[in-house]
């Protein structure tokens, strides 16, 4: 359940108040010289209320409690203040020096309590607040905008910060709580994290306009073993690189690594370099340029899953709209793997 820093309007006296006993002074729970630690919300919007209507009889009405525990209150901030706030005469009632002074200071911290609970609502539903996301380079030109132009159209109040990163440094900072919710190459996450799915592609070779391999509709990983091959680093990419060590292991042959480059981006910019060939998810075809040509393997290989991940134990509600988001953008394009996330595995 919520907690509400608004001020409701029950008339006993709370047993973090200071104990009231009619004629006698009120016993506070701290030493003087500490009143900010003292001052009670409820209380200063019972002398506030006083003090505007000049009545206590108004003021009791206007609050919803009965005269005396009004009366009270008041006489126990008085205590607390350690000077009277009102002069009561002839029926009348009027504000001291005090009074007068404590009146602005207390109108602005109620409303500055108002205002932080409207805050606090806004986060509580995921309206307002901050949002840390984690993103892979060769996501953020493409994927990320089109699930963060409508999140901000709906939810313009939280302010979203991003941090690009490779998938292990994303999915580092998302286990330790540096980023809310991260998108990444992976469909198997770690202990606490969930996955849910986006994007599904396979791999691809890339390989530069006018050499002899441009030309196939199709080719194999026989065919690629001895070509200059640019992959990403493993420490980088274990998810990538491991597949495609493991389908050339499959057929009984090494690969002849030339490269390790660790961005798609970059690995398009080594073989529109005439460096080699790399073998990247299809996903590469939106950034490539003419000079490249995009070949499918004709080996199973696993499909490649760009995925949003997220800390279990830090889920919170803007985490969880960011994914719906995510869900409905990329479910009416069809491209949404699957609509359920993917529980953490070891």
């Known amino acids: 359940m919520r907690t509400s820093l608004s001020m409701g309007t ?16 009120a016993q506070p729970d701290f030493q ?5 630690q003292r001052l009670n919300l409820n209380r200063l919007r019972y002398f506030v209320t006083v003090a505007q209507e000049l009545h206590f009889g108004r003021a009791a009405r206007k609050l919803g409690i009965s005269q005396p525990p009004l ?4 006489k126990a901030l008085e205590d607390e203040i350690g000077s009277p706030l009102f002069i009561r005469a002839n029926r009348q009632v009027v504000l001291t020096a005090a009074g007068r ?16 609970d409207q805050i606090m609502q806004g986060v509580g539903t995921g309206d307002l607040g901050e949002m840390f996301v984690g993103c892979v ?21 939280v302010h979203v910060v991003l941090k690009e990163g490779h998938t292990m440094d994303v999915m580092n900072a998302v286990q330790e709580g540096q980023v809310d919710i991260g998108l990444v190459w992976r469909n ?24 002899p391999l441009s030309r196939q509709s199709v080719l194999s990983l026989d065919q690629l073993a001895d070509q200059p091959l640019i ?6 990419s274990p998810y990538h690189y491991d597949h495609i060590i493991a389908a050339f292991a499959k057929l009984g042959v090494s690969p002849r690594i030339e490269y390790e480059v660790p961005t798609i981006l970059s690995q398009i910019g080594f073989v529109a370099s005439g460096f080699g060939i790399a073998i990247s998810p299809s996903f590469a075809r939106r950034f490539m340029t003419d000079q490249i040509a995009l070949i499918p393997i004709a080996e199973q290989m696993p499909s490649v899953i760009l995925s949003l991940v997220w800390n279990e134990a830090r889920a919170s509600p803007a985490v969880d709209l960011f994914r719906e988001v995510a869900r409905e953008i990329y479910d009416g394009s069809g491209l949404l ?10």
């Open 32 to 36: 003087r010289g500490h009143l900010g």
């Open 101 to 116: 002074m404590l009146l602005g200071h207390a109108i602005g911290l109620l409303e500055h309590a108002q205002r932080l």
């Open 71 to 74: 009366s009270l209150h008041v």
């Open 137 to 157: 380079p060769s996501a953020m030109y493409d994927v990320l905008p089109r699930i963060l132009s409508p999140y901000r159209a709906r939810y313009p109040k």
């Open 337 to 346: 793997a699957s609509a359920n996330p993917i529980p953490a595995q070891d």
């Open 188 to 211: 198997v996450a770690g202990p606490s994290l969930a996955i849910q799915p986006i994007l599904s592609e396979q791999f691809a070779a890339l390989v530069p306009i006018g050499h």
């Open 10 to 25: 029950d008339t006993k006296v709370a047993a973090a108040d200071m104990a009231l006993i009619p004629g006698q002074p």
């Open 231 to 236: 992959l990403p680093p493993r420490k980088i």
